[in-house]
């Protein structure tokens, strides 16, 4: 079973990953920059929307970050 906690770690990864800034991203998908630290620090889960907005800038699959084989 997959947590918020598991989900939480592997935004983290994908963002250090792309090198792209909290301030990028969240200008990338129409959220303000503290939204998206509450995304990875807070356990803050954005909205599906969202969420797929943010697979899409990150360039993931949404199904790796729900751990969905």
């Known amino acids: 079973m997959i947590t918020l906690d598991d989900i939480r ?22 959220v303000r920059q503290q939204t998206v630290s509450q995304y990875i620090h807070c356990g803050k889960m954005p909205a599906l929307d969202t969420f797929a907005n943010l697979c899409s800038a ?9 751990c969905i084989d």
């Open 9 to 30: 770690k592997r935004l983290l990864e994908a963002i250090k990953a792309s090198g792209k800034s909290y301030t990028a991203i969240a200008r990338e998908i129409g």
């Open 58 to 66: 990150l360039d993931l699959d949404a199904n790796e970050i729900l």
